[in-house]
């Protein structure tokens, strides 16, 4: 194929798509506050360079978001590299995500988890909020604060998740590691950063195996002396917790709700 040629079009939308994509949605809400007509993508393409600072303000307008300080403008620099978007806005991270709670969705499903060595998971926005609203307020008892480091160990489950929300959600920043890392390994990514808090399984499944970790993770423990608090999750139900004077089961943890 020449560069002259275009590759043929596989598939392209019907009008009903088009419609009723979020990309649809929001045309038609700029249309219905006066902005356009816009004929098809192109043009809503075009209208958001020539009219950048409307355009993003729309677009935060309509998705919702939410914000403790509002911004001073949409743009205070141009200059590329060092655009400057939102100048003076403060938002949380976890607020956002976490704002369909406090809504029609507080009762619909979050989260499903599936985990090979436990029954499947359900939670709620509502569920999912009080949970990192727990951790959160857990956190903070230990003495974590905004700008402190909060650990995980974790597989990817519900754990992690309300683990970065209640971090993000004080200001502090979260980091992770699987579980099936070497101790040097994990020690080398947490050992630079310092973390206050610590969240961490006893072990994990996988492939229909059992790898119980508790031993190797009470090491992993000695060897960052700037934590104040770790959390252990039983993440394998019929083995021993995770041994220390700083460990709080997760379910102790989530007792402050």
Same mark, same amino acid.
């Given at each position: 194929?020449?560069?002259?040629?275009?590759?043929?079009?596989?598939?392209?939308?019907? %009008?009903? #798509?088009?419609?009723?994509?979020?990309?649809?949605?929001?045309? #038609?809400?700029?249309? %219905? %506050?006066?902005?356009?007509?816009?004929?098809?993508?192109?043009?809503?393409?075009q209208w958001?360079?020539?009219?950048?600072?409307t355009f993003?303000?729309?677009?935060?307008?309509?998705?919702?978001? @939410?914000?403790?300080?509002?911004?001073?403008?949409?743009?205070?620099?141009?200059?590329?590299?060092?655009?400057?978007?939102?100048?003076?806005?403060?938002?949380?991270?976890?607020?956002?995500?976490?704002?369909?709670?406090?809504?029609?969705?507080?009762?619909?499903?979050?989260?499903?988890?599936?985990?090979?060595?436990?029954?499947?998971?359900?939670?709620?926005?509502?569920?999912?909020?009080?949970?990192?609203?727990?951790?959160?307020?857990?956190?903070?008892?230990?003495?974590?604060?905004?700008?402190?480091?909060?650990?995980?160990?974790?597989?990817?489950?519900?754990?992690?998740?309300?683990?970065?929300?209640?971090? #993000?959600?004080?200001?502090? @920043?979260?980091?992770?590691?699987?579980?099936?890392?070497?101790? &040097?390994?994990?020690?080398?990514?947490?050992?630079? @950063?310092?973390p206050a808090?610590? @969240?961490?399984?006893?072990?994990? &499944?996988? &492939?229909?195996?059992?790898?119980?970790? %508790?031993?190797?993770?009470?090491?992993?423990?000695?060897?960052?002396?700037?934590?104040?608090?770790?959390?252990?999750?039983?993440?394998?139900?019929?083995?021993?917790?995770?041994?220390?004077?700083?460990? #709080?089961?997760?379910?102790?943890?989530?007792?402050?709700?």
């Amino acid at each position: 194929m020449s560069k002259t040629e275009q590759a043929p079009v596989v598939w392209s939308p019907n %009008q009903d #798509t088009l419609t009723g994509s979020r990309m649809g949605q929001f045309k #038609t809400a700029l249309e %219905q %506050q006066g902005f356009g007509p816009f004929t098809d993508y192109h043009a809503l393409h075009q209208w958001s360079i020539s009219e950048l600072d409307t355009f993003w303000q729309k677009v935060w307008d309509y998705c919702g978001l @939410i914000c403790d300080t509002p911004a001073q403008s949409v743009l205070g620099s141009r200059n590329m590299p060092g655009a400057e978007w939102f100048p003076g806005m403060k938002l949380n991270f976890a607020a956002n995500l976490l704002r369909l709670a406090d809504g029609d969705h507080a009762n619909k499903e979050a989260v499903v988890a599936y985990c090979e060595t436990r029954p499947v998971l359900r939670r709620t926005y509502a569920e999912l909020k009080a949970d990192t609203g727990a951790l959160e307020a857990f956190l903070r008892s230990k003495g974590i604060n905004k700008g402190d480091r909060v650990a995980g160990v974790v597989t990817n489950g519900y754990e992690a998740l309300v683990g970065m929300l209640a971090a #993000t959600s004080l200001g502090a @920043i979260w980091s992770s590691a699987s579980p099936d890392f070497g101790i &040097g390994a994990i020690n080398d990514r947490f050992g630079q @950063i310092e973390p206050a808090a610590l @969240i961490v399984v006893n072990g994990y &499944g996988y &492939g229909g195996k059992v790898f119980a970790r %508790q031993h190797d993770f009470a090491e992993l423990i000695a060897g960052l002396p700037s934590l104040k608090v770790v959390v252990s999750i039983a993440q394998l139900p019929e083995e021993a917790p995770i041994p220390g004077e700083l460990v #709080t089961p997760w379910d102790d943890a989530l007792e402050s709700r």
